[in-house]
Structure formats: structure tokens, C-alpha cells
């Protein structure tokens, strides 16, 4: 037997054992990463969906804001969908007529904390026959001098809204008509429900300009 003309068969053997192992620990990693959940996040939206559909007048003409859908994220899409399915029931009621959508540039030079303001002005120039406005990505936090110079109708405000600043003052100055907000007190830690209606309850507060006030600020 000559043993010299196998080593070169056995050392491919062996790296080829090597390479396969490697895939398959690749492979292996690949299936147990973690996937986002964002049931939670789609779960407001859908309920702000609903609620529009609900509330607003037969006919009403809306603007929708959400996220530029080129951003690569699954908690942006996962919005966007929840929203669908909330008010894709009663869209045929409405007419949408504009989809703003904000790139991430865009909200770094808005006042960080949700709708830049120059989105949500430009919407009332550019759609002064709006009815309302619905936005998946919070409300602007106007100056002073922005809200004495808005016209004198403005379209009622929708928003999901996940942080608290401000959002009294946007109902007070007439900007804000309902918002959706996570709720305050504790959460039960168990396992969260599968119907949307319920994790909604779960996480989120239905703040509407009447009962507004037993906000904090």
C-alpha cells in the first residue's frame, strides 16, 4: 500500500469535513437569531387605524405619515402593516389623498422626539382641504411663533405616539384630536395575547380632547 499517494486524498477528506462542519455551525446560528417582535408596535397602529375608521366622517380626506419605506427595519414595516389591517376595512369610506413619508434624515433635524415640525406645516400648505391628519410617527412639537401663524382650521391630528412631551400642549392649542399612548401603570410581565384588540389594552391608552386633561403635562 502506499501511503505517500493517499495523504493527498486524506488531507482533501479532512478539509472537507472541516468546511462542512463550519457551514453547518453557520447554519445553525442563522436559525436561532433572535426575530424581532413588533407585535407590540403594530398592535397601536392597528388600533389607530380602526379608530380613524370608526371616527371619522364618510368622505373625509386624509393625509397619511409614516416612515420612508426604504428604511430597512421590521419595526417600521410591522407599523405599516398594522395600520393596514386596522383601517383597510374602512378605507373604501375615505379619500386618501396624500402619503408623506419621512426619511430618517428627516427626523434627525426635526426636533427628535417625532414629527418634524417642517412635515406636519408643509402637510397644511400643501393639503389645506384635509380633513385630518393620521401619523404613525408621533406629532411636532411646535414653537410659538409656528402655532400663532397656523391657519384657523386645521385638520384634526391622529397619532401613535410613544413618548409624552408636549402632547397636553397639542391638545390645548387645538392641534392634537386623539392620540395613542403607552400606558403608564404596571404591566402584567405574563405572556402577551395573540388577539390584537387585547395587546392593544395591554400596552396602550386611547387619549381623545375629552379626557385629554388627566394627562401629566
Known amino acids: 500500500m502506499n501511503l505517500g499517494a493517499q495523504k493527498p486524498l486524506v488531507t482533501g477528506i479532512c478539509i472537507a469535513a472541516i468546511v462542512i462542519s463550519i457551514l453547518s455551525l453557520f447554519l445553525t446560528q442563522c436559525e436561532r437569531s433572535p426575530k424581532?417582535?413588533?407585535?407590540?408596535?403594530?398592535?397601536?397602529?392597528?388600533?389607530?387605524?380602526k379608530r380613524l375608521g370608526q371616527e371619522l366622517p364618510e368622505g373625509?380626506?386624509?393625509?397619511?405619515?409614516?416612515?420612508?419605506?426604504?428604511?430597512?427595519?421590521?419595526?417600521?414595516?410591522g407599523q405599516t402593516q398594522g395600520f393596514n389591517r386596522g383601517f383597510g376595512p374602512y378605507e373604501g369610506k375615505f379619500k386618501i389623498v396624500g402619503r408623506v413619508t419621512v426619511k430618517i434624515d428627516d427626523?434627525?433635524?426635526?426636533?427628535?422626539?417625532?414629527?418634524?415640525?417642517?412635515?406636519?406645516?408643509?402637510?397644511?400648505?400643501?393639503?389645506?382641504?384635509?380633513?385630518?391628519?393620521?401619523?404613525?410617527?408621533?406629532?411636532?412639537?411646535?414653537?410659538?411663533?409656528?402655532?400663532?401663524?397656523?391657519?384657523?382650521?386645521?385638520?384634526?391630528?391622529?397619532?401613535?405616539?410613544?413618548?409624552?412631551?408636549?402632547?397636553?400642549?397639542?391638545?390645548?392649542?387645538?392641534i392634537l384630536s386623539a392620540a395613542i399612548l403607552?400606558?403608564?401603570?404596571?404591566?402584567?410581565?405574563?405572556?402577551?395575547?395573540?388577539?390584537?384588540?387585547?395587546?392593544?389594552?395591554?400596552?396602550?391608552?386611547y387619549i381623545t380632547e375629552q379626557n385629554y386633561e388627566s394627562l401629566a403635562s
Open 182 to 205: 403607552p400606558k403608564i401603570e404596571r404591566i402584567n410581565p405574563e405572556g402577551d395575547p395573540q388577539d390584537a384588540d387585547a395587546l392593544f389594552d395591554k400596552y396602550y391608552r
Open 36 to 49: 424581532i417582535d413588533v407585535s407590540r408596535q403594530a398592535a397601536a397602529t392597528e388600533g389607530l387605524g
Open 107 to 174: 427626523m434627525s433635524r426635526g426636533t427628535g422626539a417625532g414629527m418634524p415640525n417642517k412635515v406636519y406645516l408643509d402637510i397644511l400648505k400643501q393639503y389645506p382641504d384635509a380633513d385630518a391628519v393620521a401619523s404613525l410617527i408621533g406629532i411636532p412639537l411646535l414653537t410659538d411663533q409656528e402655532i400663532d401663524q397656523l391657519p384657523a382650521n386645521v385638520p384634526r391630528l391622529y397619532a401613535v405616539i410613544l413618548y409624552g412631551v408636549g402632547v397636553k400642549r397639542a391638545f390645548e392649542e387645538g
Open 60 to 77: 373625509s380626506k386624509l393625509v397619511l405619515v409614516m416612515m420612508d419605506s426604504s428604511v430597512d427595519s421590521p419595526v417600521f414595516r
